[in-house]
């Protein structure tokens, strides 16, 4: 299977060299050329096996041929041997009709485990086959530096830069970042706001002489094989909720719009998705833009859910490819706007997206209202980004309809948010409870290309 780029300018790629490459040279992210199907057959035969075995049949047919079924399959094995719930993502009911998808048993507590645990993997098995060393830069408004940290920590073939906007991530994120103490991670705290980290990284990723002589590969949520291994858990979870008989739907907590587009590859692949339920906090660009067809950059506001503070989100771009007809022309003309301030969606790109995709946000208040309201009535602790996802789904449910919320984080990794709305300070796992005791190792650094550039080449090994 092929690769190719939402902005139409770069070559196909193997499933592997998109993984090792992240971002297109063209600017663009990369799509698979072809979805494939399964059948209805092929998803009922999905009832009863463990989350692995499904992980191997969801996943195959999109890797091609550079693992084998027996290297992929142990890859798939290793991935999530470290999570702390033998279902892997269980799935518990909240109310008639409405559950929780809990995705905070990997070794982060985020559901950022389930793809980073498997990429680092796949990196792993893919560099060392080929003999080859890459620097991962990764920029994270939280879970994804931790997740992606503790994927790849140790490893030989690798070291990962994690930039994060310095004093705007919660203090459990920030400890996971800077207490490993591999030598192969570098946790850089950046001035401004998490886009900002984002758009340093971009500039790299575009500064070819730069990418190519540091071997640059990226792991962020741009990245196709991250995408991929969330389409898992939706299989999954329908599967156990009675698919491909019961159709259901997903309400997911969004940032950068890439765990909700793997739930768009799913419903591509056959799997009956009543409706994607995007969930925004108050940096609400995606709800806007579904709403008004306007998609438009505004200030960053801090949130209690920090890992949705985003201005712009970078996975859209996918969806947006498929509602252009899959023309990269385009979506390259609407990405070139956005660089001075939106664009507006096409009436009939916005009914395409509109056929998938609802939308909703949550306030800060309302999140609050309804973490207590959860803790209260259904004896749930969530975390803030869950709970945006348990608000939103309420206001949209069918009651015909199973809902699915995503909880895309483990209560502990935001505990006095949590606090202040129920009451109870959620403990963090046993096998994390000396994490603020742990000594800290961090890089400060300046919003500016140019530093951060000199700072990787200094660090690695020449
Ligand atoms: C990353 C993250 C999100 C947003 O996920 P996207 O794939 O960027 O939409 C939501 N909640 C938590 C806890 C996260 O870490």
């Known amino acids: 299977m092929k690769y190719i780029s939402t902005r139409g300018r770069a070559p196909a790629l193997t499933f592997e060299e998109a993984m090792l490459s992240g971002l297109a040279r063209d600017g663009g992210l990369y799509v698979p050329e072809e979805v494939p199907v399964m059948t209805p057959g092929d998803i009922r035969a999905l009832h009863g096996l463990s989350y692995e075995e499904v992980a191997f049949r969801v996943m195959r047919p999109f890797v091609g041929d550079g693992f084998t079924d027996e290297v992929f399959a142990d890859l798939i094995a290793k991935s999530y041997a470290g999570f702390g719930h033998g279902a892997r993502a269980p799935l518990v009911q909240l109310a008639p009709g409405h559950f929780l998808l809990e995705l905070f048993h990997g070794p982060t507590l985020a559901f950022k485990d389930f793809a980073m645990q498997l990429i680092g993997q796949l990196f792993e098995e893919a560099l060392t086959r080929r003999g080859e060393r890459v620097t991962i830069v990764g920029a994270t408004s939280g879970d994804t530096g931790s997740a992606a940290i503790e994927a790849f920590r140790g490893l030989d073939a690798v070291d990962v830069f994690i930039l994060y906007p310095h004093g705007r991530v919660s203090e459990v994120q920030r400890r996971q970042m800077t207490t490993p103490v591999e030598e192969n991670v570098h946790a850089v705290a950046m001035d401004g706001h998490f886009d900002d980290c984002q758009a340093r990284l971009k500039d790299m990723f575009n500064d070819f002489d730069f990418r190519d002589g540091v071997r640059l590969a990226g792991v962020n949520s741009i990245n196709w094989a991250r995408v991929l291994a969330q389409v898992v858990y939706y299989f999954s979870s329908a599967a156990s909720l009675g698919a491909p008989e019961r159709k259901v739907s997903f309400t997911v907590p969004t940032g950068n719009f890439g765990d909700i587009f793997a739930g768009y590859i799913a419903k591509k692949m056959g799997l009956p998705i009543d409706r994607l339920v995007v969930a925004t906090n ?24 920090p890992s949705m503070d985003i201005q712009v989100s970078s996975n859209f771009e996918r969806a947006l490819f498929d509602a252009y007809g899959r023309d990269g022309t385009p979506v390259a003309q609407l990405m070139d706007e956005l660089k001075s301030g939106g664009f507006h969606v096409s009436q009939g790109a916005l009914e395409a997206l509109r056929e998938h995709f609802t939308s909703g946000r949550a306030s800060e208040a309302e999140t609050m209202a309804t973490i207590t309201s959860a803790h209260a009535t259904m004896g749930e602790l969530l975390c803030p980004h869950s709970a945006i996802g348990v608000k939103v789904a309420e206001e949209q449910r069918d009651p015909g309809v199973p809902m699915i919320t995503l909880a895309t984080a483990h209560p502990a990794k935001f505990p006095d948010a949590v606090e202040e709305a129920s009451g109870l300070r959620p403990p963090l796992p046993e096998r994390m409870a000396d994490l603020f005791d742990r000594p800290e190792r961090v890089t400060r650094a300046r919003n500016d290309l140019a530093d951060l550039k000199t700072l990787i080449q200094e660090r690695i090994p020449s």
């Open 282 to 305: 108050q940096n609400d660009i995606l709800h806007r833009c579904l709403s008004t067809g306007d998609y438009r950059m505004d200030e960053v506001t801090p949130s209690i859910s």
